[in-house]
């Protein structure tokens, strides 16, 4: 991390030089005296923060280069804060006089500024001699790096192999259905060719321990006599595993192993590797794959065959686990759950309390403590290891170890182990993707999150920079997906539209990143449990009430506030408070305030020049202050679920601005949410970097509007609403201008309002999302020619003509809902239609009575939602043919389709939806939905 605050340092000393900002010469000196110190700093930091914890001397000297660092940063903030209001424009007399006086000011100010970035210099320099120039030069620190990668990777064999030994003692409660999948899978004969199991999770899943059992299986050593177990680790040496496979090989035929192979160089050990196997059905284990690179180096040894040959993998990272099962050998990836409730609770029980059931008396506690495992057989096992050793009928004890197992894992070797395992995962990220990952420990246990929440937060603080031909988003996003990749973010609540996708960190993973973004001073956190700030806070996180701050606290160097108090504990009045009574909080980037009790805008807001990121969300803030515009940096403002309806003119001024969303949701009784959108300036296409938009009134700005939204270039996302038939015209023309729109959403302000919209000739070929709530009679002819769209939703469009015909052929749709969008009797999905389809949805079709899916249509559907279709007599003929359907909702239905679906009925449907696992039959009413299981 000491790495990754010089990288941050290095960017903007280099903006300030290569950008010509105005300097006085002193001032340009430290910046570049400062710049060239700590470039020459910066290859040994690669190699220090890899083994800073291994060696306390080195974690001091990185320790203090990094507060240093964020020392310089903290002074050349101040210099764009200051200095920055001068270039804006002032006129007239006045403005002549402010020009003068603030000239004065600047100076002094630019004296002392550069006086502070003299002294940061000097201290880096001290830092440097202290510890002996480094205290290495270039090539023994490479050797100390080395070295200690070498003993991190002995240590990590014996962790490993601790691991496997650990769970093997618990019983391995869970394993045997995994295990019996994977051995099935080794033992296919219909297979022959070379393939890939690839088995996939985040650290202390069991991974090594399933793959171990499924390796020594008595029916896989029959068929496979010709085995090698290799651990691969983050830090390998190729030469040293390709003689490992060697010697295991030969040892699996008592043969000794060739002297003269210790001395052979890669490519002759590949060789001989190559020729053993050749003509051999063999079996080969590469536990804990770190890297693509990796594999390439690793799986040219391994000959192609047609002898039923198989490799197995383990591996953390699923673009590794995916790479070895799509690469010339192809394969299977499995990947790898947590244990469910029951089987945490049995693995506990049998480990804790010797294969007896737990006591009453221990039962809560035992939960309490079981519930922060969150299924992890490593952690389970870990924790019961050491309740095992405690007296049953002393409470006490256990109550102890509970409050100590909620602070953190280093009261305890074995709870130590569990925590060096997962931080593996960490030490492996590249220094911009820790920054990123430090940041989620700023949010409360069990928050979720979307990935656009997140990324819009890394964005403003400067953590995401600009990639050839990618936005910043879409690096963002690559991020993102990097971390779920490697297992340290988990999926809360799935979603076909991203945008409701959820997630959440594990309890221990946030335990690593919470150690270690306190030990790196990245951020702070004050609760009610924690309500000091003892330290000048960078990042801070606040869910407690004002009341119950003690101490004296530093605010000058927050870049980021969020706040998470409970109901009423942060009022407008306070907040104010906050800012006035912690400083001017200037240097501020990213102010997060969702779900607070405000009523009022906080005028003390609008001083925050260097503010990114505003989210108000889910306040009950009514209105936004002309004053606004001076907030000429601001890039993203959520006002979603508040109770803003209008935009002021002011908000033109800021022209850094690519995010607004402004809406507040509204449940109108039907299956989904409605949305009421803001009024918007009408020349609202002046914010030329605008990719996000929404949800805005049509009617309020008329033609000048729909005009205006065509000069939206980079425009991706475009909600808009009470839109009326004269819109049309405009509308269109505008729509074939936004090339980049990822997202359409158009609505009429009335259900019978006719929505024009079908004369767009070129429409956006990235497009994936389409939402067109109103009268189209007839399916605009550019829908079916959006190649990307994943979900399409009509509402209202009264449709004469089955629409599916032209749909069915759309490549990537994976959601499909139709609301009062159809008036014919039948639909029909034909065969080979609609490939990718996983949801479909038809609601208050008054008119329908028939649906037909022919063999071969929708093979991947998994969810059917039939809802206020009353004429229609009997569930979809052909619903037996979709095999992956694992839902299906009847609601609000005709007596006669439910009269059907009863096993006892002489006509009974039951049969043909026996095969889906769940079918709900229920109603909606002003309560909401309701609704019981078939069974």
């Known amino acids: 991390m000491a790495e990754s605050a010089v990288n941050f340092l290095l960017e903007k000393l280099s903006f300030l030089l290569e950008e010509e900002v105005k300097l006085l010469t002193g001032f340009r000196e430290e910046v570049v005296s400062l710049k060239a110190e700590l470039e020459s700093m910066k290859a040994f930091l690669h190699v220090a923060d890899a083994v800073e914890d291994e060696d306390e001397e080195i974690k001091v000297w990185v320790k203090q280069v990094r507060e240093a660092s964020f020392d310089a940063e903290d002074i050349l903030d101040e210099y764009f804060?200051?200095?920055?209001?001068?270039?804006?424009?002032?006129?007239?007399?006045?403005?002549?006089?402010?020009?003068?006086?603030?000239?004065?000011?600047?100076?002094?100010?630019?004296?002392?500024?550069?006086?502070?970035?003299?002294?940061?210099?000097?201290?880096?320099?001290?830092?440097?001699?202290?510890?002996?120039?480094?205290?290495?030069?270039?090539?023994?620190?490479?050797?100390?790096?080395?070295?200690?990668?070498?003993?991190?990777?002995?240590?990590?064999?014996?962790?490993r192999r601790d691991e496997a030994l650990l769970l093997e003692e618990g019983q391995l409660v869970g394993i045997e259905k995994p295990k019996q999948e994977l051995v099935s899978w080794l033992l296919k004969d219909e297979v022959s060719n070379v393939q890939v199991v690839a088995v996939v999770g985040m650290g202390g899943l069991g991974k090594t321990t399933l793959v171990?059992?499924?390796?020594?299986?008595?029916?896989?050593?029959?068929?496979?006599?010709?085995?090698?177990?290799?651990?691969?680790?983050?830090?390998?040496?190729?030469?040293?595993?390709?003689?490992?496979?060697?010697?295991?090989?030969?040892?699996?035929?008592?043969?000794?192993?060739?002297?003269?192979?210790?001395?052979?160089?890669?490519?002759?050990?590949?060789?001989?590797?190559?020729?053993?196997?050749?003509?051999?059905?063999?079996?080969?284990?590469l536990d804990d794959l770190w890297s693509v690179g990796s594999w390439d180096d690793l799986k040219n040894a391994f000959p192609q065959n047609n002898h039923g040959s198989r490799l197995m993998v383990t591996s953390r990272i699923v673009e590794v686990a995916s790479a070895t099962t799509t690469d010339r050998f192809g394969g299977y990836t499995f990947p790898l759950k947590p244990l469910s409730s029951e089987e945490s609770w049995n693995l506990f029980c049998a480990r804790t309390f010797h294969r007896k059931s737990c006591p009453n008396h221990l039962e809560d506690i035992s939960q309490d403590i079981l519930k922060r495992c969150m299924g992890l057989p490593l952690a389970i096992v870990a924790v019961s290891g050491v309740l095992a050793t405690k007296d049953t009928s002393?409470?006490?004890?256990?109550?102890?170890?509970?409050?100590?197992?909620?602070?953190?894992?280093?009261?305890?070797?074995?709870?130590?182990?569990?925590?060096?395992?997962?931080?593996?995962?960490?030490?492996?990220?590249?220094?911009?993707?820790?920054?990123?990952?430090?940041?989620?420990?700023?949010?409360?246990?069990?928050?979720?999150?979307?990935?656009?929440?997140?990324?819009?937060?890394?964005?403003?603080?400067?953590?995401?920079?600009?990639?050839?031909?990618?936005?910043?988003?879409?690096?963002?996003?690559?991020?993102?997906?990097?971390?779920?990749?490697?297992?340290?973010?988990?999926?809360?609540?799935?979603?076909?539209?991203?945008?409701?996708?959820?997630?959440?960190?594990?309890?221990?993973?946030?335990?690593?990143?919470?150690?270690?973004?306190?030990?790196?001073?990245?951020?702070?956190?004050?609760?009610?449990?924690?309500?000091?700030?003892?330290?000048?806070?960078?990042?801070?996180?606040?869910?407690?009430?004002?009341?119950?701050?003690?101490?004296?606290?530093?605010?000058?160097?927050?870049?980021?506030?969020?706040?998470?108090?409970?109901?009423?504990?942060?009022?407008?009045?306070?907040?104010?408070?906050?800012?006035?009574?912690?400083?001017?909080?200037?240097?501020?980037?990213?102010?997060d305030c969702q779900g607070l009790p405000l009523d009022t805008f906080p005028e003390c807001i609008t001083k925050l020049y260097n503010l990114r990121y505003l989210n108000l969300s889910g306040t009950?803030?009514?209105?936004?202050?002309?004053?606004?515009?001076?907030?000429?940096?601001?890039e993203m403002l959520n006002l979603e679920n508040s109770l803003v309806e209008e935009l002021p003119a002011k908000i033109l001024q800021l022209h850094r601005l690519f995010r607004v969303m402004a809406f507040q949701s509204i449940n109108d009784g039907s299956a989904f949410t409605k949305n009421i959108g803001v009024r918007v300036p009408k020349d609202i296409g002046n914010l030329k970097f605008l990719q996000d938009l929404g949800v805005i009134r049509a009617s309020e700005g008329g033609l000048e509007l729909m005009r205006s939204l065509g000069n939206l270039k980079q425009l991706r996302t475009l909600d808009i609403q009470q839109l009326e038939a004269e819109h049309g015209a405009a509308l269109c023309s505008a729509i074939e201008k936004l090339g980049c729109l990822r997202r359409l959403y158009m609505e009429t302000g009335e259900e019978a309002e006719i929505l024009e919209v079908q004369n767009i000739s070129s429409p956006p070929q990235c497009l994936k999302?389409?939402?067109?709530?109103?009268?189209?009679?007839?399916?605009?002819?550019?829908?079916?020619?959006?190649?990307?769209?994943?979900?399409?939703?009509?509402?209202?469009?009264?449709?004469?003509?089955?629409?599916?015909?032209?749909?069915?052929?759309?490549?990537?749709?994976?959601?499909?809902?139709?609301?009062?969008?159809?008036?014919?009797?039948?639909?029909?999905?034909?065969?080979?239609?609609?490939?990718?389809?996983?949801?479909?949805?038809?609601?208050?079709?008054?008119?329908?009575?028939?649906?037909?899916?022919?063999?071969?249509?929708?093979?991947?559907?998994?969810?059917?939602?039939?809802?206020?279709?009353?004429?229609?007599?009997?569930?979809?003929?052909?619903?037996?043919?979709?095999?992956?359907?694992?839902?299906?909702?009847?609601?609000?239905?005709?007596?006669?389709l439910l009269s059907k679906l009863d096993p006892s009925s002489q006509d009974s449907d039951y049969l043909r939806v026996k095969h889906v696992p769940k079918v709900y039959i229920g109603s909606r009413d002003a309560d909401g939905l309701h609704e019981t299981k078939l069974s």
């Open 212 to 285: 171990y059992q499924v390796y020594r299986d008595d029916e896989v050593k029959q068929r496979f006599q010709h085995r090698a177990w290799i651990t691969v680790s983050q830090s390998f040496d190729l030469r040293e595993l390709l003689v490992q496979i060697i010697e295991q090989l030969l040892r699996g035929i008592a043969q000794p192993i060739p002297n003269e192979t210790y001395f052979k160089d890669i490519l002759s050990l590949k060789q001989d590797v190559i020729c053993f196997l050749g003509d051999k059905k063999y079996l080969i284990v």
């Open 81 to 159: 804060y200051r200095f920055a209001e001068q270039h804006q424009k002032r006129h007239g007399f006045y403005g002549h006089l402010f020009k003068i006086a603030h000239t004065i000011k600047t100076l002094k100010s630019l004296h002392r500024i550069a006086s502070e970035l003299r002294s940061i210099k000097s201290r880096v320099s001290d830092i440097s001699s202290r510890h002996q120039r480094y205290r290495y030069n270039s090539n023994i620190l490479q050797d100390e790096g080395s070295s200690s990668s070498a003993g991190r990777k002995s240590a990590l064999y014996e962790l």
């Open 394 to 591: 002393k409470i006490s004890e256990w109550k102890i170890f509970r409050r100590s197992f909620e602070a953190g894992f280093d009261n305890n070797d074995k709870l130590k182990n569990v925590k060096k395992i997962l931080s593996l995962s960490f030490s492996d990220l590249p220094y911009r993707l820790k920054s990123c990952f430090l940041y989620l420990s700023l949010f409360p246990e069990d928050f979720m999150f979307s990935k656009l929440y997140i990324i819009n937060i890394w964005v403003a603080e400067g953590f995401i920079r600009e990639m050839e031909d990618m936005t910043l988003e879409e690096v963002g996003e690559w991020y993102f997906n990097e971390l779920c990749n490697r297992s340290l973010i988990e999926t809360a609540a799935e979603d076909v539209d991203e945008a409701f996708k959820y997630f959440v960190l594990h309890d221990l993973v946030r335990e690593i990143v919470l150690q270690k973004s306190k030990d790196q001073n990245f951020a702070t956190i004050i609760s009610e449990q924690n309500p000091v700030l003892l330290e000048p806070a960078r990042h801070l996180s606040v869910s407690t009430t004002l009341e119950n701050f003690r101490g004296g606290h530093n605010f000058s160097r927050v870049r980021t506030l969020l706040l998470f108090g409970a109901k009423g504990s942060i009022s407008s009045i306070s907040f104010s408070e906050l800012c006035s009574k912690y400083g001017r909080l200037k240097l501020l980037k990213v102010l």
């Open 620 to 634: 009950k803030v009514a209105s936004i202050p002309r004053t606004i515009g001076r907030l000429r940096n601001l």
């Open 769 to 896: 999302r389409l939402y067109m709530y109103g009268r189209l009679e007839m399916l605009p002819q550019w829908v079916p020619r959006l190649s990307s769209l994943g979900v399409l939703r009509l509402r209202w469009s009264k449709l004469r003509l089955d629409p599916l015909q032209s749909l069915q052929a759309l490549p990537n749709l994976q959601e499909l809902i139709f609301e009062k969008a159809h008036d014919g009797e039948e639909l029909c999905i034909k065969a080979g239609g609609f490939q990718n389809l996983k949801h479909l949805t038809f609601i208050c079709l008054s008119g329908l009575r028939k649906v037909t899916v022919e063999q071969g249509a929708m093979p991947k559907l998994q969810e059917l939602w039939l809802e206020d279709c009353k004429l229609l007599e009997e569930v979809p003929l052909g619903v037996e043919f979709l095999a992956c359907l694992n839902k299906l909702h009847i609601i609000n239905m005709g007596d006669q």
